[in-house]
């Protein structure tokens, strides 16, 4: 995206209320959208988060661990859109905040660094969410051979996970140190004027693909191990479990591989005719990856009606009240 700046003077800047509403009409209302959309991340995720939490402490086991990883990376993007949304509908409180900066550093410069944290962020938890979910799909796939118990981590998951969190701790860093996230309106992006940003961007494109590829294929595996499995009730049930997991699996894909696709036309130019310098255009993939932070568990919740029982006794009891069974935990999908 292109670097987001302002031509206002300072002085006409700071005589402006800060709570001035976009005159873009378009900005204004794609703002509300914004925060609609973001508003209720955190309720529900919460919800599910809860549930898992409390299934795993009756039976332990490594894939609602790392669901809750997956989920807690979307609560944080969501978290981080809602608290951003504000700055479309009053752009003065960006412009303000970056006007005063430059003239002030010393008394702003804490707030201004607090809004490049929630940047830095949220484009960690975005990138940390795809090899986590990959490292799911895999591990669902040895639990399912019986090469391994989901009752404890293995040896090499885990390993495996430390590296995937040690790489995004140091994404984290980068990014609150060297500042290359920033809010161009009415979005967030890379800015490329700091160093080592266009190695990073290629970075997260690199290891995007191979693991939304390895999850795809891995959930093929697990729906074919489970349409053969003998140990199953019926093979009706075998075929329900089977289309479950190809469709979620083909459609959070698609989507996420979508998304990436359209970032990112300069490499993918069978997508340049989006043209992401519109801002129309940015504003309805801002929209598309808040709308991101809702698909994986909503997905859940449409094809488990174990997890879907679960939360909503949860919401009525904040306990539940029943132990999954092997077959219900190796059903559960859940794809980014």
């Known amino acids: 995206m292109s670097v987001y700046s302002t031509t206002t003077s300072d002085y006409d ?56 990883i997956v989920n807690f990376c979307l609560l944080g993007q969501g978290l981080g859109h809602f ?21 002030s550093r010393l008394f702003w410069k804490p707030f ?15 990138i940390c969410d795809l090899p986590v979910v990959t490292l799911l799909a895999v591990s669902r796939i040895l639990i399912f051979s019986n090469m391994i118990h989901s009752h404890k981590f293995n040896g090499v998951i885990k390993f495996l996970l430390g590296l995937v969190l ?17 809010m161009y309106p009415p979005g967030w992006g890379y800015d490329f ?43 009706v049930q075998s075929r329900k479990n089977e289309i479950a997991i190809l469709f979620q699996s083909a459609f959070t894909t698609s989507y996420i591989s979508g998304m990436i696709f359209v ?13 992401m310098e519109d801002k129309t255009n940015q504003a309805i993939l801002n929209c598309v990856w808040i709308i991101h932070c809702y698909v994986n568990p909503c997905m859940l919740l449409i094809f488990n009606k174990s997890i879907r029982g679960d939360c909503f006794r949860f919401l009525k009891t904040r306990n539940i009240d029943r132990n999954p069974s092997r077959t219900v935990m190796m059903s559960i999908v859940s794809i980014n």
């Open 193 to 235: 004027t700091v160093p080592f940003s266009h190695i990073f961007d290629t970075l997260e494109i690199c290891l995007s693909f191979p693991c939304l590829i390895i999850s795809f294929l891995s959930y093929i595996s697990i729906a074919y191990l489970i349409f053969m499995a003998k140990n199953l009730r019926s093979s």
């Open 13 to 68: 800047t700071a005589s402006k209320s800060l709570f001035d509403a976009n005159a873009d009409k378009e900005m204004f209302y794609f703002g509300i959208i914004y925060f609609i959309l973001s508003m209720f991340n955190a309720p529900f995720l919460l919800v599910i988060i809860s549930t898992l939490h409390l299934k795993n402490c009756q039976t332990p086991n490594m894939t609602f661990k790392m669901m809750n």
């Open 166 to 182: 040690s790489w995004i701790f140091i994404l984290f860093l980068y990014g609150i140190i060297f500042r290359n996230m920033e």
């Open 263 to 275: 970032w990112h036309p300069a490499l993918f130019t069978m997508f340049t005719f989006i043209d």
């Open 112 to 126: 201004h660094l607090n809004l490049q944290i929630i940047g830095a962020t949220m484009n960690t938890l975005w």
């Open 83 to 103: 608290l951003t949304s504000p700055a479309v509908i009053f752009p003065n409180l960006l412009k303000t905040f970056d006007t005063v900066v430059r003239v």
